[in-house]
């Protein structure tokens, strides 16, 4: 239970905090689209005490104003809102790490972990995942953050 509600504060803040709230502030369309087959294998995984959820993922497009124009997306616009994903999950393992420190519990460990691992694995550079687009807008950035995710990730291991 306290694996499917860390994953559920991860996966819900990942995608609505850092990439939908991020496209917004640029003025770009963002809609999160459910992916049921997602859903089916974050049920079917946790049944198997490993809980990996896909349940959908945050559309961006262009947005068109009252006039007719629209808000062209740029590559640093889309790695900007691809790395405020991951570096939710990073503020989110810190603060449960932080928790766990003060009081030791089940659940700021996990909520630490899955956080941790939500960040690092979407920051691998392969699309679709954020790591792609991030590499393609700043390699430099892309090598420090994921340097300091496989950093963090193994300080905190058990």
Excluded: C
Aim: glycine letters at 8%; proline letters at 4%; charged letters at 10%.
């Amino acid at each position: 239970a306290f694996s499917f509600i860390a994953v559920g504060i991860g996966f819900l803040a990942h995608e609505i905090i850092g990439h939908k709230f991020v496209a917004q502030h640029y003025s770009l369309f963002a809609e999160y689209r459910m992916w049921k087959l997602g859903i089916g294998f974050a049920i079917v995984s946790s049944l198997f005490g490993f809980v990996f959820a896909a349940p959908g993922a945050v559309m961006i497009s262009q947005s068109i104003n009252l006039w007719g124009s629209a808000t062209s997306v740029t590559k640093k616009m889309m790695g900007m809102i691809a790395i405020m994903g991951p570096v939710v999950n990073l503020a989110l393992g810190a603060a449960f790490f932080a928790l766990n420190l003060a009081s030791p519990s089940q659940l700021f460990s996990i909520g630490m972990q899955v956080n941790l691992w939500l960040a690092l694995f979407n920051m691998i550079p392969i699309p679709p995942l954020d790591g792609s687009k991030v590499l393609a807008w700043d390699k430099r950035l892309w090598i420090a953050f994921f340097a300091v995710l496989v950093i963090a990730f193994f300080f905190t291991a058990r």
